[in-house]
């Protein structure tokens, strides 16, 4: 697959997009959202994948909407995908994990990207930032408004949204933005190293894990409750797999299931 602003890679399993619009501190713009969307389809459908790590290249991992063609209203979305958010993902529900690798600055829809993602790791040299209100905007593009305040605590995401201020990753990590802070030169490899994890798991499982956690977000754990039926409901159907009895049979055998996505 050959684009103009990212780059991909297939890597054991593993779906790498890389942010390559340098020429705009990888600014997300009409073309962008075109290939960013052509290619989270291809991973989407792609059985053999079984996790897609978003990073970048340069020393901004995304500073959000490209202003220029904003002011000049001339932002559209790919047709067809006029529903998918910002980046072409954001409004988008994945049933396989996706891992943000932040190399540097995310900036507004950098966050919103950021928040997105099922997991993240971040260089030790990165910051995150919510500007939007200094250049009259609100960060709803990306749905952070949705998602920030149920992924950290409350004055945390205000801080974000109304300060204005960038974070370090460090404190990023403190706060529950991300999973783990790491080296520059290792922020790709930590990525790939969870999605390589997440693929030791069924397909089925991680699926409905996944989805489990979606759909019981604000659910009270009282029992019984919208969110036990929802747990339950997806339980059963992991639980009558193909893939439930080849985990208990390999555990038995001593050696590595055979998954089949079934």
């Known amino acids: 697959?050959?684009?103009?602003?990212?780059?991909?890679?297939?890597?054991d399993g593993v779906f790498i997009i890389t942010f390559n619009r340098l020429e705009a501190c990888n600014a997300v713009n009409n073309l962008m959202t075109k290939e960013l969307s052509d290619a989270l389809d291809y991973w989407d459908k792609n059985k053999k994948l079984r996790a897609c790590v978003l990073t970048n290249n340069g020393?901004?991992?995304?500073?959000?909407?490209?202003?220029?063609?904003?002011?000049?209203?001339?932002?559209?979305?790919?047709e067809g995908r006029e529903k998918w958010g910002?980046?072409?993902?954001?409004?988008?529900?994945?049933?396989?994990?996706?891992?943000?690798?932040?190399?540097?600055?995310?900036l507004g829809g950098g966050v919103?990207?950021?928040?997105?993602?099922?997991?993240?790791?971040?260089?030790?040299?990165?910051?995150?930032?919510?500007?939007?209100?200094?250049?009259?905007?609100?960060?709803?593009?990306?749905?952070?408004?949705?998602?920030?305040?149920?992924?950290?605590?409350?004055?945390?995401?205000m801080e974000l949204l109304l300060v204005g201020e960038p974070i370090s990753a460090q404190k990023a990590n403190d706060w529950g933005l991300i999973n783990?802070?790491?080296?520059?030169?290792?922020?790709v490899e930590k990525a790939v190293d969870l999605a390589k994890k997440i693929a030791l798991g069924a397909p089925l499982s991680i699926k409905y894990s996944k989805l489990?956690?979606?759909?019981?977000?604000?659910?009270?754990?009282i029992y019984p409750s919208k969110g036990w039926?929802?747990?339950?409901?997806?339980?059963?159907?992991?639980?009558?797999?193909?893939?439930?009895?080849e985990g208990e049979v390999a555990f038995a055998e001593k050696r590595k299931p055979k998954w089949s996505g079934k």
């Not at 697959?1 to 890679?9: A, G, S």
């Open 59 to 78: 020393h901004v991992f995304c500073a959000g909407s490209d202003l220029k063609e904003l002011a000049e209203d001339a932002w559209e979305m790919p």
């Open 180 to 187: 783990y802070v790491v080296p520059d030169d290792q922020v």
């Open 229 to 245: 039926k929802t747990l339950e409901k997806y339980e059963k159907i992991t639980r009558a797999s193909k893939d439930a009895h």
């Open 1 to 11: 697959m050959k684009f103009q602003t990212i780059l991909t890679e297939e890597r």
């Open 212 to 221: 489990t956690v979606m759909e019981t977000l604000g659910k009270s754990p």
């Open 86 to 106: 910002f980046a072409a993902m954001t409004k988008r529900y994945f049933e396989k994990p996706l891992i943000a690798a932040v190399r540097g600055k995310a």
């Open 112 to 157: 919103e990207i950021v928040s997105a993602c099922d997991l993240a790791v971040a260089s030790d040299e990165s910051i995150f930032g919510l500007p939007e209100p200094r250049v009259g905007l609100t960060a709803a593009g990306g749905g952070t408004l949705l998602r920030l305040a149920q992924q950290i605590p409350m004055k945390f995401a």
